[in-house]
């Protein structure tokens, strides 16, 4: 079975970081396209930022600028950095693989980041 654990949500003012990170087992970790979600309740899960096997990166046209995704082979850790962090940044945030081959997606179970004062 294939968990995902995202850590790093949180409640942080505007204009502050947060920093959230994936583990993903290793097996799953290369070849494969990565990526962060965010839902709002009430509506649809989109899309944040995304970074494929050869660490090409894409981003939402909102967060563009302000996050940055990366990924660490030696830990098998996806990661998103928020910076200049807006209120409608809140959301439940999710890490996302989606496998090359089959093309099933895992999901990690959401963490939550609020930005507000």
């Known amino acids: 079975q294939v968990q995902l654990v995202e850590s790093g949500g949180g409640l942080v003012q505007p204009g502050g970081s947060l920093r959230l990170s994936c583990e993903v087992p290793?097996?799953?970790?290369?070849?494969?396209?990565m990526a962060w979600y965010r839902q709002v309740e009430g509506k649809e899960r989109e899309l944040v930022a995304g970074?494929?096997?050869?660490?090409?990166?894409n981003y939402a046209d909102a967060v563009h600028g302000r996050f940055t995704i990366s990924k660490d082979y030696l830990k098998s850790t996806l990661s998103l950095q928020m910076n200049n962090l807006k209120p409608e940044d809140t959301a439940v945030y999710y890490c996302?693989?989606?496998?090359?081959?089959?093309?099933?997606?895992?999901w990690g179970q959401g963490t939550q980041v609020t930005v507000s004062s």
């Open positions: 290793g097996r799953i970790f290369k070849n494969n396209y």
């Open positions: 970074i494929t096997s050869t660490g090409d990166t």
């Open positions: 996302n693989v989606l496998m090359a081959i089959s093309r099933w997606n895992y």
